[in-house]
């Protein structure tokens, strides 16, 4: 046997190229953390400003109806129009508050 005296290149190349793929993962994992904080842990700033809009003091403008969504509630949809939940039962007396239907028209004033 004569192939037992030498070694493949690929037996020897084996254990290099697993070295390597772990100091590159450890570089990246490094890397990752580094760009997501500061020098000293805290997070990163940035430098983009974001421009919030004034709260609207003025009253929402009731529309007619309302088309309920998925996941509505009568609180939700109160919240989104303005009109109370009170209201709302009184203006559609026929409506299951517990049995909301997609795209069921609810009232909104008279």
Same mark, same amino acid.
């Given at each position: 046997?004569?192939? &037992?005296?030498?070694?493949? =290149?690929? #037996?020897?190349?084996? %254990?290099?190229?697993? @070295?390597?793929?772990?100091?590159?993962?450890? +570089?990246?994992?490094?890397?990752?953390?580094?760009?997501?904080?500061?020098?000293?842990?805290?997070?990163?700033?940035?430098?983009?400003?974001?421009?919030? &809009?004034?709260?609207?003091? =003025?009253? #929402?403008?009731?529309? %007619?109806?309302?088309? @309920?969504?998925?996941?509505?509630?009568?609180? +939700?949809?109160?919240?989104?129009?303005?009109?109370?939940?009170?209201?709302?039962?009184?203006?559609?007396?026929?409506?299951?508050?517990?049995?909301?239907?997609?795209?069921?028209?609810?009232?909104? #004033?008279?």
């Amino acid at each position: 046997m004569a192939h &037992r005296g030498r070694r493949s =290149t690929a #037996r020897l190349l084996a %254990p290099l190229a697993l @070295v390597l793929a772990v100091v590159a993962i450890v +570089l990246v994992i490094q890397a990752s953390t580094d760009s997501d904080s500061g020098s000293r842990g805290e997070p990163a700033k940035t430098t983009t400003s974001v421009k919030q &809009r004034p709260k609207q003091t =003025t009253k #929402r403008r009731v529309r %007619p109806s309302y088309t @309920v969504k998925l996941n509505d509630t009568l609180g +939700l949809i109160s919240e989104k129009t303005g009109v109370s939940v009170a209201r709302l039962e009184e203006l559609n007396p026929e409506l299951d508050p517990q049995n909301l239907i997609v795209g069921q028209k609810i009232k909104l #004033r008279e």
